[in-house]
């Protein structure tokens, strides 16, 4: 059985850190990418970043170069998305997406930034 499972949201003030997950079973996790994506409430679905298979190739959105920080960990099958200096503009649904042989979605974590 497939899974994709996010966690590490929350609410954070503006200026803090959080640490999202993304856990994986069920395909060969070491064979696909790893994208985050975000969507606000009455906004369309965003990428955040995005690293390859074997965690050699990384890209960012515009709105997160510098803050945030994607990883991979093929040994444990997880996924993670560093976010620092967090904006209230942050505050989103978080997904994560594997692509490969196939494409999987995760349920997403919420992450609200505000004092």
């Known amino acids: 059985q497939v899974q994709l499972v996010e966690s590490g949201g929350g609410l954070v003030q503006p200026g803090g850190s959080l640490r999202l997950s993304c856990a994986a079973s069920?395909?060969?996790?070491?064979?696909?990418?790893i994208n985050w994506y975000r969507q606000a409430p009455g906004k369309e679905r965003e990428l955040v970043a995005g690293?390859?298979?074997?965690?050699?190739?990384?890209n960012y959105a515009d709105f997160v170069k510098g803050r945030f920080t994607i990883s991979k960990d093929n040994a444990k099958n997880t996924g993670y998305l560093q976010m620092n200096s967090l904006k209230p503009e942050d505050t989103a649904m978080y997904y994560c997406?594997?692509?490969?042989?196939?494409?999987?979605w995760g349920q997403g974590t919420q992450v609200t930034v505000s004092s």
């Open positions: 997406k594997a692509r490969g042989s196939n494409v999987y």
């Open positions: 069920g395909f060969l996790f070491s064979t696909y990418a």
């Open positions: 690293i390859s298979s074997v965690g050699g190739v990384t």
